[in-house]
């Protein structure tokens, strides 16, 4: 009895130093930064402190948000559709333009569109795609007006 009371013990302390530690280490966001994808942002909107990471939306955006001067979040089914070609791959390399249109143009959603549209075509070569790919996601990303 004595004994169990002590491994169970040290089973709940090993537990919470762990857990400790794991708290401690948490970013500020608990995603880390998407590295493929950050290196196209930096390169699409001309911000060196350019960030993307893959994470759930926390405010219901649909697809990704812009939450900071120069960073934005992109759902996780977003991130996976610009890395694997599919019918769904356009609409979400235009998120991808568009949450960057943020970082250049700020707050204004037609901005941000705007500046979408206008360089689609180049954050798809950005993000690898090759120029038929990257004229088949221009011509099938739906913009808002601008
Ligand atoms: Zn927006």
Same mark, same amino acid.
């Given at each position: 009895?004595?004994?169990?009371?002590?491994?169970?013990?040290?089973? &709940?302390? %090993? +537990?919470? !130093?762990?857990?400790?530690?794991?708290?401690? @280490?948490?970013? *500020?966001?608990? /995603?880390?930064?998407?590295?493929?994808?950050?290196?196209?942002?930096?390169?699409?909107?001309?911000?060196?402190?350019?960030?993307?990471?893959?994470?759930?939306?926390?405010?219901?955006?649909?697809?990704?948000?812009? &939450?900071? %001067? +120069?960073? !934005?979040?992109?759902?996780?089914?977003?991130? @996976?559709?610009? *890395?694997?070609? /599919?019918?769904?791959?356009?609409?979400?390399?235009?998120?991808?333009?568009?949450?960057?249109?943020?970082?250049?143009?700020?707050?204004?959603?037609?901005?941000?569109?705007?500046?979408?549209?206008?360089?689609?075509?180049?954050?798809?070569?950005?993000?690898?795609?090759?120029p038929h790919k990257?004229?088949?996601?221009?011509?099938?990303?739906?913009?808002?007006?601008?």
């Amino acid at each position: 009895m004595r004994k169990e009371r002590t491994t169970l013990a040290v089973v &709940i302390t %090993t +537990a919470l !130093v762990f857990c400790a530690g794991a708290l401690a @280490a948490t970013p *500020r966001y608990s /995603s880390p930064v998407n590295t493929k994808l950050t290196q196209a942002m930096v390169s699409y909107t001309g911000r060196a402190d350019a960030t993307v990471r893959c994470f759930h939306v926390a405010d219901g955006a649909d697809g990704g948000t812009w &939450i900071d %001067t +120069a960073e !934005v979040q992109l759902e996780p089914r977003i991130c @996976a559709r610009i *890395r694997v070609w /599919s019918i769904w791959t356009p609409s979400a390399v235009e998120v991808f333009a568009h949450e960057g249109g943020h970082i250049v143009k700020g707050m204004s959603e037609g901005d941000a569109e705007c500046y979408a549209k206008a360089n689609i075509r180049r954050a798809a070569r950005l993000l690898g795609f090759g120029p038929h790919k990257a004229d088949v996601i221009k011509a099938q990303a739906l913009f808002d007006a601008c």
